[in-house]
């Protein structure tokens, strides 16, 4: 093989490790944006979910609110839910992170703690149909949440070991995806009792 032969042979040999480079380089990063965006879908999922919740709470007090004539004390408490149920709605929209849409779902729970408490005065109230179905729609919202929160965690936890695998982590660290960008749902204390959402007769 003459000089030129073998200049040719060389180049031809660095032009494929080069573009061979750019395909493993490409393909980390195009990974590291399919785990970004995926984590971003869930949150995405997760969002509504909880956006499910809190327009179906309000509906509730709402049904409440226009079933019987209460006294004056008990309308002016469901009157405040009615508020209180309004800026979770609005918070839940808001929401960034995990903690800031924990605490608009801490507020709905609450919210629905003190109506249970209302509501167990009126016991043709709770046999409404009305206030069943929309009873049965916020125990499925419920599950809901617990899923869409579950597909989230896998996502974020997907992320974060790709992010910090080899070789990938010295290109996630080149182009900022930082693998503590997004925190998973963290169990609150006592969680393990799933949230009240029936108003039968304990």
Known sequence: MNKKGQIGLVLGVIALVIVLCI????????????ADETVKNK????????QRRA???????????GYKNYEQETLTKITELRSQAGQAQKDVKSAKTTAEIDAAGSEMSSVMSRLLVIVEAYPDLKASQNFLSLQDELSGTESRIKYERDNYNEAVKAYGVKTRSFPTNILAGMFGFNSDRYKMFEAAAGAEKAPKVTFEDE
Do not use: F
């Open 43 to 50: 949150w995405g999922n997760v969002q509504t979910a909880y």
């Open 23 to 34: 395909a493993i380089v490409a393909g980390m990063y195009n990974g590291l944006v399919n």
């Open 55 to 65: 327009d179906l709470i309000p509906n509730l007090v709402d049904t409440v609110k």
